[in-house]
């Protein structure tokens, strides 16, 4: 199995999970939009709430269609739209660190509308493309063991970093605070909704 991502801090989270025996994968850092990978070498790709961030959304889906082998298949999943997780990390974000840096986030929720994506699906070649609602629990890490590495891995990590050690506290009692009702013995639970999108190359 092979795995893929742009910004590092997001592969050295993946490198940190513990994978079932047996499976192995191997991290690139990379582009989307340029994978380093040849024609047809895979059966399967999944692009796991990226294709809403991608500076062109076309030409990294034909990216996912050239390394796929003839009758392989795709499964993009994005958000619909924000998750009481999310809404209260941009309020947090607005409140302490700036509104440029509760703004940068937003692209992750611009691709919520399913026809919109199986027109994106079917534009780039892909075959009996279908779209899913899926209603979902979104399982996070209580926020003061995951919410500053969550965000060292976002568009707005920068002035993130930038803000200090006292903002980095005042975000984390935000967030503990506004995630309480979804607290589990886990960690959080948190309703979100995605569209998947399902096709053939």
């Not at 409140?95 to 699906?121: K, N, T």
């Amino acid at each position: 199995m092979t795995g893929l991502d742009l910004n590092e801090a997001m592969l050295a989270e993946a490198r940190r999970l513990r994978l079932p025996p047996g499976l192995t994968v191997t991290w690139h850092q990379g582009s989307a939009l340029a994978l380093p990978f040849i024609d047809g070498t895979y059966d399967v790709v999944l692009c796991q709430q990226g294709l809403q961030v991608f500076p062109d959304r076309a030409k990294g889906l034909g990216e996912m269609r050239r390394v796929l082998r003839s009758g392989g298949r795709v499964a993009v999943s994005v958000w619909t739209g924000p998750s009481p997780y999310f809404a209260a990390m941009r309020e947090g974000l607005a409140r302490y660190v700036s509104p440029d840096a509760a703004i940068s986030g937003a692209a992750a929720f611009s691709l919520g509308d399913a026809a919109q994506l199986q027109e994106l699906l079917t534009g780039s070649g892909f075959r009996e493309v279908v779209v899913h609602h899926v209603r979902m629990t979104l399982r996070l890490p209580a926020p003061e063991d995951f919410l500053l590495r969550h965000l060292s891995a976002v568009p707005a990590a920068d002035l993130v970093a930038a803000a200090g050690a006292d903002v980095h506290a005042a975000l984390v009692t935000h967030m503990t605070e506004a995630t309480r009702p979804y607290v589990d013995g886990y960690g959080l639970a948190v309703p979100q909704e995605v569209n998947v999108a399902i096709g053939s190359a």
